[in-house]
């Protein structure tokens, strides 16, 4: 099983749209998607429709090998709740020991891959997946307080990378880039600049046919409508790109 950590401590800037668009596209390749959503708030969840609220929390993952995984052709979804807040007053040893010891239970149920997505903090559930994972990658806005915010995001994940060698960051992905407007061009020159290996070619849009997708609990491919198309294309460009980097 390969997992993938989809973080940025910035909020709103696309975490939970990107992790449910892979989703849907991982499962339309005949993967076995696993989703744990480590955001108290749900997001992921509320989206993708829960598959056992509550589990991830008790004793971390305890419970999901006692899961009745009957419906694993979906997209497996393991849900926050705010017990799992708790995990913040862990130290970091113990919650990254926690969290791979679940992963671990989750990869004996033969799921493919495990998507996590994250809170918009710096902090102790952000690492321990990140020092748990095989793989990372930033939904980024080219809004001049989201840049600002990157470079913690890229020293994090050096920082964590000499202890989890095995991180692979995947890149920033541009999200919800509008076309028109000159300082989204200028701040995208700008970042592939500062750092050219890690933005990741295929930008998302700012879109209204996302949020009403993700409102649905859909991806954006399931919406008919011809102002949709654009924003279908995108993600799933997106997703095939990851999913080349994942060799999956
Ligand atoms: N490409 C897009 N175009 C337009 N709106 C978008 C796009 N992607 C996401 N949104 C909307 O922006 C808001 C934030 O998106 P999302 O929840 O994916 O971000 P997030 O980084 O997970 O947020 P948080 O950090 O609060 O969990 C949502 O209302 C969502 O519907």
């Not at 892979?22 to 390749?29: D, M, N, R, T």
Request: glycine share 8%; with cysteine; net charge neutral.
């Amino acid at each position: 099983m390969k997992t993938l950590v989809i973080a940025n401590q910035k909020g709103g800037v696309g975490k939970t749209s990107t992790t449910v668009h892979l989703a849907y596209y991982f499962k339309e390749q005949g993967l076995k998607v696993a989703v744990i959503d480590l955001d108290t708030q749900g997001n992921a969840s509320f989206t993708l429709g829960e598959y056992d609220s509550g589990a991830l929390a008790s004793g971390l993952f305890d419970a999901v090998s006692q899961f009745d995984l009957a419906n694993a052709e979906g997209i497996a979804v393991f849900s926050a709740d705010a017990r799992l807040a708790d995990l913040e007053k862990l130290d970091l040893g113990a919650a990254a020991g926690a969290f791979k010891r679940s992963l671990a239970v989750i990869e004996a149920e033969g799921f493919d891959v495990c998507l996590i997505d994250t809170p918009p903090s710096l902090g102790v559930r952000m690492a321990a997946a990140l020092l748990s994972a095989d793989f990372a990658a930033s939904p980024i806005e080219l809004e001049a307080y989201s840049l600002q915010g990157i470079e913690k995001m890229v020293t994090t994940i050096a920082n964590i990378r000499r202890a989890n060698p095995a991180l692979q960051f995947l890149g920033m992905i541009p999200s919800k880039v509008d076309g028109r407007n000159p300082r989204h061009g200028q701040h995208l020159d700008e970042l592939t600049r500062a750092y050219p290996q890690l933005v990741i070619p295929t930008p998302i849009g700012n879109r209204s046919s996302v949020a009403d997708a993700l409102a649905s609990g859909l991806p954006v491919w399931s919406i008919k409508r011809t102002s949709a198309r654009k924003a279908a294309q995108e993600m799933r460009a997106m997703a095939r790109h990851i999913q080349e980097k994942m060799e999956i």
